[in-house]
């Protein structure tokens, strides 16, 4: 996968040696260019010069073939106008931003951005943000047979019971993150656009998990 990101400080260069460590080409925008010396003389991926909101600079990171876009520079206002822009102009799919203020975070994530407080894990957070599928579980128990993980869920899936959900993945969703806040569901509620969910599963059977909610539900069956 390809993943863009703007800002190259302490986040965005974490960021930028652990996805290219992990497989992934990326591009990292910041209006300083001696920021990237962060990025150490080890990293592989672009350094563009410019403004990350500006759909020139965008493009010339290579925004048109993201599949996730990483908005983590010191302005709030600058983050949040270039994760709109690179899901509403190019159509990105994950997309995430890091917001100092929590009032202005609780607003973007009604707005459908996601967002991450900025914290001493702000980077791990940011991985699972961009990369839900296959990221590091949020816990898992002594035994390392049951772990708890969000998982990414296909668009198919809203308007769909939790219940559902659950029946034909074979997990129990333990929470969902809705508006930013934390919803624990009951067998009624439905998914709704925006929802992150995280889920209880057997470890040996993640990848199937992950694909059962990627494919969305099955209505075949329900014919």
Known sequence: MHIVIMGCGRVGSTLARTLEQQGHTVSVIDRDPT??????????????????????????????????????????????????????????????ARIYDPRRAEVYQRLGIPTVATVRWTADQMLRRLLPSGAEPLWRDPSGRVELA????????????????QEETGVRVAFLTRQGEAVLPTAKTVLQDGDLVHVIMRTDEVEQVEAACAKGPDTEDRR
């Open 150 to 165: 969000e998982v990414h869920t296909s668009a198919a899936w809203i308007g769909h019971r939790v219940a559902e959900l």
């Open 35 to 96: 920021a990237f010396r962060r990025l150490g003389p080890g990293f592989g991926g672009r350094r563009i010069t410019g403004i990350g909101f500006d759909q020139d600079t965008l493009k010339d990171a290579g925004i048109e073939e993201a599949g996730a876009f990483a908005a983590v520079s010191s302005g709030d206002n600058s983050n949040i106008i270039a994760a709109r822009v690179a899901r509403e102009m190019f159509g990105v799919e994950n997309v995430a």
